[in-house]
C-alpha cells in the first residue's frame, strides 16, 4: 500500500528525497549493516529513557498495552488523514539560527550506559540510548526566509508536501539552512507509512498544559520505502530515525515530534543528528478551519571533528499566491 504522502524527512546537509539508487554504494552499504546491527532504544527500560531525554521529564509511565497502542496509531492516523488534503499552499514568516560551540571551551556529550554502537564479541552493536548534551551552544544571529509549503495531489491521488525558501536577509547572510522537511515528517505516523516503523506506548505527560500520549518509535530498516537522504558530497547516504511522539490525547494532532538517528555512524564521522519539533494550531485569514502545522524545530548534531545545531521558528502564516510577501 502506498503511503498517502511520499514524507521528506529532515534532513542535514540534504538533498531532496529521491527514489533508492540502482546501485548500493559503499558508504550506504555501511550505513544500512550499522542500523541492521544496532539495537534501538526503543526497547530500553522505561525508566532509562526519562533518566536520558529531558524532554521525558514527567512523563507517567503506564503498562504496556497493545490495544491502547493500536487505537491511538489509529486515532493519530486518521487525524493526519483529515487534515492532509485540507493543506493549501502555504507562506510564512521562517526565522533561523545557527547554534555554534563557545569560543575557547570545549563541548562534549556524555552518553549513558548502552549508548553508541559498539561491537561485541560475537560481532553484533549493543542497544543504545539518547545522547544527553552537558554544554550550551550559542546562539547566532537570525536569517529569515520566506518558507513556501506546496500541496501537490498526485495522479494515484496521494498528496506530496514540498518546502522551498527564498532568503530575506542581506546577500552575505543568505545562507542554506542545514535541515529540510519539516512540513511532512510526521507522516511517520500516516496509515500507510506505519508499517516501516515500530512503535511502543510509554505512558502520559504534560504538555504546555495539555494531556499527550508519549509513543516511542523506530524505524525499520528494511522496510523504510523512501528515506531521508544526507548529503555526504560524493552522494547521499540513508537517515533513518527512531524518536518519541506526543500526541495530545483530545483531539489526537501530534504536539511534538523528537527524532535521533536509528544508529550512530561513526565508519561516517556521524555521531549525532536529533531534532526536536513543536507543532501548533494556526488560523489562517480567508481559510475555513485551523491547521496543525510546525511552530518550532530545534536540529543538533555531533561527528567525529565537531558538534552544533540550528534552531527555526515559523509564524506569520498565510495562504500562498504568487504575488503575496511576508511583511516585516
Same mark, same amino acid.
Given at each position: 500500500?502506498?503511503? !498517502?504522502?511520499?514524507?521528506?524527512?529532515?534532513?542535514?546537509?540534504?538533498?531532496?528525497?529521491?527514489?533508492?539508487?540502482?546501485?548500493?554504494? !559503499?558508504?550506504?552499504?555501511?550505513?544500512?549493516?550499522?542500523?541492521?546491527?544496532?539495537? #534501538?532504544?526503543?526497547?530500553?527500560?522505561?525508566?532509562?529513557?526519562?533518566?536520558?531525554?529531558?524532554?521525558? &521529564?514527567? %512523563?507517567?509511565?503506564? !503498562?504496556?498495552?497493545?490495544?491502547?497502542?493500536?487505537?491511538?496509531?489509529?486515532?493519530?492516523?486518521?487525524?493526519?488523514?483529515?487534515?492532509?488534503?485540507?493543506? !493549501?499552499?502555504? %507562506?510564512?514568516?521562517?526565522?533561523?539560527?545557527?547554534?555554534?560551540? $563557545?569560543?575557547?571551551?570545549?563541548?562534549?556529550?556524555?552518553?549513558?550506559?548502552?549508548?553508541?554502537? &559498539?561491537?561485541?564479541?560475537?560481532?553484533?552493536?549493543?542497544?543504545?540510548? #539518547?545522547?544527553?548534551?552537558?554544554?550550551?551552544?550559542?546562539?547566532?544571529?537570525?536569517?529569515?526566509?520566506?518558507?513556501?509549503? /506546496?500541496?501537490?495531489?498526485?495522479?494515484?491521488?496521494?498528496?506530496?508536501?514540498?518546502?522551498?525558501?527564498?532568503?530575506?536577509?542581506?546577500?552575505?547572510?543568505?545562507?542554506? #539552512?542545514?535541515?529540510?522537511?519539516?512540513?511532512? %515528517?510526521?507522516?511517520?505516523?500516516?496509515?500507510?507509512?506505519?508499517?516501516?516503523?515500530?512503535?511502543?506506548?510509554?505512558?502520559?505527560?504534560? %504538555?504546555?498544559?495539555?494531556?499527550? /500520549?508519549?509513543?516511542?518509535?523506530?524505524?525499520?530498516?528494511?522496510?523504510?520505502?523512501? $528515506?531521508?537522504?544526507?548529503?555526504?558530497?560524493?552522494?547521499?547516504? #540513508?537517515?533513518?530515525?527512531?524518536?518519541?511522539?506526543?500526541?495530545?490525547?483530545?483531539?489526537?494532532?501530534?504536539?511534538?515530534?523528537?527524532?535521533?538517528?536509528?544508529?550512530?555512524? $561513526?565508519?561516517?564521522?556521524?555521531?549525532?543528528?536529533?531534532?526536536?519539533?513543536?507543532?501548533?494550531?494556526?488560523?489562517?485569514?480567508?481559510?475555513?478551519? $485551523?491547521?496543525?502545522?510546525?511552530?518550532?524545530?530545534?536540529?543538533?548534531?555531533?561527528?567525529?571533528?565537531?558538534?552544533?545545531?540550528?534552531?527555526?521558528?515559523?509564524?506569520?502564516?498565510?495562504?500562498? /499566491?504568487?504575488?503575496?510577501?511576508?511583511?516585516?
Amino acid at each position: 500500500m502506498r503511503s !498517502p504522502l511520499q514524507h521528506a524527512a529532515i534532513l542535514f546537509l540534504l538533498a531532496p528525497i529521491t527514489a533508492h539508487a540502482q546501485q548500493t554504494t !559503499p558508504a550506504q552499504a555501511i550505513a544500512m549493516q550499522q542500523y541492521l546491527r544496532t539495537t #534501538p532504544y526503543i526497547d530500553l527500560p522505561p525508566a532509562q529513557l526519562i533518566k536520558s531525554v529531558k524532554e521525558l &521529564n514527567g %512523563l507517567k509511565l503506564e !503498562p504496556e498495552d497493545a490495544a491502547q497502542l493500536d487505537t491511538i496509531l489509529q486515532n493519530t492516523g486518521e487525524t493526519i488523514s483529515a487534515q492532509l488534503p485540507r493543506v !493549501p499552499n502555504l %507562506l510564512c514568516r521562517e526565522e533561523i539560527a545557527e547554534e555554534t560551540q $563557545p569560543t575557547n571551551t570545549t563541548v562534549t556529550s556524555v552518553r549513558v550506559a548502552g549508548i553508541g554502537a &559498539n561491537t561485541d564479541s560475537r560481532g553484533g552493536s549493543t542497544l543504545q540510548s #539518547p545522547a544527553v548534551a552537558t554544554s550550551k551552544f550559542v546562539r547566532g544571529d537570525w536569517r529569515r526566509y520566506e518558507y513556501i509549503i /506546496h500541496s501537490t495531489k498526485e495522479d494515484d491521488g496521494s498528496i506530496t508536501l514540498e518546502e522551498t525558501r527564498e532568503g530575506t536577509a542581506p546577500t552575505a547572510q543568505k545562507q542554506a #539552512p542545514h535541515g529540510t522537511g519539516f512540513a511532512s %515528517l510526521w507522516t511517520i505516523f500516516a496509515a500507510g507509512n506505519r508499517s516501516e516503523s515500530t512503535f511502543r506506548y510509554l505512558g502520559t505527560q504534560k %504538555l504546555d498544559g495539555r494531556a499527550t /500520549h508519549v509513543i516511542a518509535f523506530a524505524q525499520i530498516p528494511d522496510k523504510v520505502r523512501k $528515506p531521508a537522504q544526507l548529503n555526504i558530497g560524493a552522494g547521499t547516504i #540513508p537517515l533513518l530515525y527512531q524518536g518519541f511522539a506526543w500526541v495530545d490525547a483530545e483531539n489526537f494532532h501530534i504536539l511534538r515530534l523528537r527524532t535521533d538517528l536509528r544508529a550512530p555512524l $561513526p565508519e561516517l564521522n556521524l555521531k549525532r543528528i536529533t531534532s526536536t519539533i513543536d507543532y501548533s494550531k494556526v488560523t489562517i485569514e480567508q481559510f475555513p478551519e $485551523p491547521l496543525w502545522l510546525t511552530k518550532q524545530v530545534e536540529i543538533l548534531w555531533q561527528t567525529t571533528q565537531a558538534e552544533g545545531g540550528e534552531l527555526h521558528r515559523y509564524s506569520k502564516y498565510q495562504l500562498f /499566491h504568487a504575488t503575496v510577501k511576508i511583511l516585516p
